[in-house]
């Protein structure tokens, strides 16, 4: 059988594994020792639709979209993943009441699992790969791909090379910057997305039960214009009952993220807010703009995340521990530094996110309270993003990538369903159904 080198075992490399296992003898190489990836280390939220996530409809008719969308929720759903949540009725009231305040509301069909089952289900996805064939590699590192004949014909490991006649790259957002020193040496054309740059919002639960009690919602997507840039800022990840977390974005960079749990539960409401930040010529990059903003606010908190009450920003002052006290919301991630995080952030973006969080306000009352907690950085590296053909080829035609790190998914689902489209490019080369059920 033809040899398969996927790099990260995250949801796109465990399901291009599990769409190529059987065909192909096939190799899994991820750095940590533990499946999952990012995904893994979030409170796995499970938004089962093409468009959300990533855009699936720009590799896939619309049709072929919905089918690997459905796919991967029927993995999921054989792993153990709840059957996902959607009482269209009561989501079409909170979509008019969005609409009435001037945002947006995305209904959608959603899951949950939590933070202490998640890893559960992503070992029992590895148990079903190596039973199908898939060897894994824990603990190393894929720090160099060697190429003759215009092809990719070793990954290196550790120093160990490993023969492949098709790679796929799936590092995550952590590995974007090994992506594109790849992308360099082997001069790969990329193209930069926008990047999401904000901060994670605390608040108690009472404030969003309404929403996600009420209509059903446990992660309320709200897509916002802000009336000073008509900057586009999204909500993302709401963590009900659950806690704000330190993420690593590799390289010594780091910033925060939210868990839920299904067995313990916080007094707060977490989520992510962001604002998309386009940028052009001469800085086209927005992975640098992004790790240069997370790199001067982890300075600025002395090397932990900056906690900043909203009713601080606002009065244009820092936070300190003394005036988080004074609050009724108590942060859940305690190891933190107490700032302003207007230090870090540029002014535009200051701006739109407490636009958003007054225009938010008009939905979920309290969010724009003097007692709201901010985090930062809260930044989504998924900027860079390789020219590809649409089954994730690159210009080396056994090379294919997938996930968030290569710039064309955002999220658990979307990662995983380009970790199939991969697969489906790979298995069209060989000749063989695109796509095995």
């Known amino acids: 059988m033809k040899k398969v080198v996927v790099v990260g075992a995250g949801p796109a490399g465990l399901f291009a594994a599990h769409q190529l296992s059987g065909d192909f003898d096939v190799t899994v190489v991820e750095q940590t020792e533990f499946v999952g990836g990012s995904g893994l280390r979030s409170d796995g939220k499970f938004n089962f639709h093409p ?71 992503m070992e029992r996805f590895k148990r079903r790969l ?19 004949g215009g092809k990719i014909r070793y990954a290196v490991a550790d120093g160990e090379r490993i023969e492949c ?40 639960n009472e404030v969003m039960d309404e929403i996600i009690k009420g209509y059903g919602c446990w992660d309320p997507k709200f897509h916002i214009r802000t009336p000073s840039y008509d900057d586009f800022v999204r909500t993302f990840c709401v963590c009900p009952a659950g806690f704000v977390v330190r993420e690593s974005y590799g390289d010594s960079l780091f910033g925060v993220n939210g868990h839920s749990l299904k067995n313990s539960q916080s007094e707060n409401t ?68 107490p700032g302003d995080i207007a230090m870090a952030y540029p002014n535009r973006i200051l701006k739109d996110l407490v636009e958003g969080l007054e225009m938010l306000d008009k939905v979920a009352p309290g969010i724009n309270s003097e007692s709201t907690l901010l985090y930062a950085p809260e930044i989504k590296f998924y900027a860079m993003r390789f020219v590809t053909d649409r ?35 790979i298995r069209e080369a060989e000749g063989l159904p695109p796509l095995r059920v």
């Not at 079409?92 to 609409?99: D, I, N």
């Not at 020193?181 to 790969?188: I, T």
């Not at 290569?406 to 991969?422: D, L």
């Open 51 to 121: 468009r959300v996530g990533g855009d699936l409809l720009e590799f896939l008719s619309e049709g072929e979209a919905w089918t690997v969308v459905g796919m991967v929720e029927n993995v999921f759903r054989e792993l153990g993943v709840e059957e996902p949540k959607f009482d269209g009725v009561r989501l079409s009231e909170l979509e008019a009441k969005a609409m009435k305040v001037g945002m947006k509301f995305i209904a959608i069909r959603q899951s949950h699992v939590g933070s202490d089952v998640l890893p559960q289900i």
């Open 130 to 148: 190596e039973a199908s064939g898939v060897k894994f590699v824990f603990g190393k590192k894929v720090e160099d791909l060697e190429a003759s």
């Open 165 to 204: 006649d098709y790679v796929v790259l799936a590092p995550g957002r952590s590995g974007s910057e090994w992506l594109r020193k790849v992308a360099e040496k082997f001069r790969l054309k990329l193209k930069f997305n926008p990047i999401d740059i904000g901060v994670r919002v605390e608040v108690r």
């Open 391 to 425: 089954r994730l080829r690159t210009a080396i035609p056994n090379l294919f990538v997938a996930g968030d790190g290569a710039g064309v998914s955002r999220g658990i689902v979307g990662a995983a369903s380009t970790g199939i489209i991969a697969a489906m490019g």
């Open 270 to 337: 977490n989520f992510a807010l962001l604002v998309r930040i386009s940028l052009t010529k001469p800085l086209e990059n927005t992975t640098d703009y992004g790790r240069r903003i997370a790199q001067l606010a982890n300075t600025l908190g002395g090397g932990k995340p900056i906690i900043q009450r909203l009713g601080d920003l606002k009065k244009f002052r820092r936070s300190t521990w003394d005036r988080l006290r004074r609050s009724y919301v108590e942060p859940t991630l305690k190891d933190v530094t």
